[in-house]
Nanobody, 124 residues
Framework: VQLVESGGGSVQPGDSLRLSCAASSLTFNAYTVGWFRQAPGKEREFVAYISSSSTSAYYADSVKGRFTISRDNAKNTAYLEMDTLKPEDTAVYYC??????????????????WGQGTQVTVSS
């Protein structure tokens, strides 16, 4: 199983980015997909997750209204659209896949597979 993130980069405050998470060797539509991030010197934190069939999505308070999680099961890919980026959004962003009948998708323990991460830097 492989999860590969892409789309990170360096942007200015107020800009937008879209991250992608491409999955392989995985029955993608049987897995909830989550995004987490880790800033320098901090623990990895939950950002958002979307259910296997896209019927529900949940967000951390810090990104609610600015970030949108989505997925395309036909392409085995999930996305994180990030708008109105702030310097405090600077982090390595990770996608993760957890079997749909797991619990605890707000924490790392809900996930079976992880990507390697993509860097997002927001700075003027």
């Amino acid at each position: 199983v492989q999860l590969v993130e892409s789309g990170g980069g360096s942007v200015q405050p107020g800009d937008s980015l879209r991250l992608s998470c491409a999955a392989s060797s995985l029955t993608f539509n049987a897995y909830t997909v989550g995004w987490f991030r880790q800033a320098p010197g901090k623990e990895r934190e939950f950002v958002a997750y979307i259910s296997s069939s896209s019927t529900s999505a949940y967000y951390a308070d810090s990104v609610k209204g600015r970030f949108t999680i989505s997925r395309d099961n036909a392409k085995n890919t999930a996305y994180l659209e990030m708008d109105t980026l702030k310097p405090e959004d600077t982090a390595v962003y990770y996608c993760a896949a957890g079997w749909r009948y797991n619990s605890g998708f707000y924490s790392e323990r809900g996930y079976n597979y992880w990507g390697q991460g993509t860097q997002v830097t927001v700075s003027s």
